[in-house]
């Protein structure tokens, strides 16, 4: 499985997080089989060309928090006004209330996903910037 392979399975699996809820990297790396890869799945949304029709926003560390850094270049900010327009509470120092957004995916979801993670490819769910060239 090469590294394009797994930010594929990655942002299928963002793309599936509903308006209004989070996920953590955590638990993105546990649906699409990576357990253990939660840091993987953050550098996979590192990757991921922006703009997005991925909703990379909703992706938070399992502190509930948005992870800020002056290596994200800003984007932490836009993180953060991005969740706070679908109408997620975020403090200055970027801490959400998690519980209350959590997303629990359904069954249906997870399956889906780990078949793509089986075969090694996208669902095609999505469109990155990448595949307008």
Same mark, same amino acid.
Request: proline share 5%.
């Given at each position: 499985m090469g590294q394009a392979s797994f930010d594929l399975?990655? =942002?299928d699996a963002v793309s599936l997080i509903?308006? !209004?809820q989070l996920a953590t990297y955590g638990q993105i790396a546990e649906?699409? !089989?990576a357990y253990g890869c939660a840091r993987q799945v953050g550098w996979a949304m590192r990757r991921l060309p922006l703009p997005s029709k991925v909703p990379w926003h909703r992706v938070v560390n399992a502190k509930g928090m948005i992870s800020m850094s002056l290596s994200r270049e800003g984007? /932490? =900010?836009m993180q953060r006004q991005m969740l706070i327009a679908e109408g997620i509470l975020v403090d200055a120092e970027g801490h959400l209330p998690l519980r209350r957004h959590l997303w629990r995916p359904q069954l249906s979801d997870e399956g889906l996903?780990? !078949?793509t993670a089986q075969e090694g490819v996208s669902s095609g769910r999505f469109i990155s910037a990448? /595949?307008?060239?």
């Amino acid at each position: 499985m090469g590294q394009a392979s797994f930010d594929l399975r990655v =942002w299928d699996a963002v793309s599936l997080i509903p308006f !209004g809820q989070l996920a953590t990297y955590g638990q993105i790396a546990e649906m699409i !089989g990576a357990y253990g890869c939660a840091r993987q799945v953050g550098w996979a949304m590192r990757r991921l060309p922006l703009p997005s029709k991925v909703p990379w926003h909703r992706v938070v560390n399992a502190k509930g928090m948005i992870s800020m850094s002056l290596s994200r270049e800003g984007s /932490d =900010w836009m993180q953060r006004q991005m969740l706070i327009a679908e109408g997620i509470l975020v403090d200055a120092e970027g801490h959400l209330p998690l519980r209350r957004h959590l997303w629990r995916p359904q069954l249906s979801d997870e399956g889906l996903l780990m !078949g793509t993670a089986q075969e090694g490819v996208s669902s095609g769910r999505f469109i990155s910037a990448q /595949d307008n060239h």
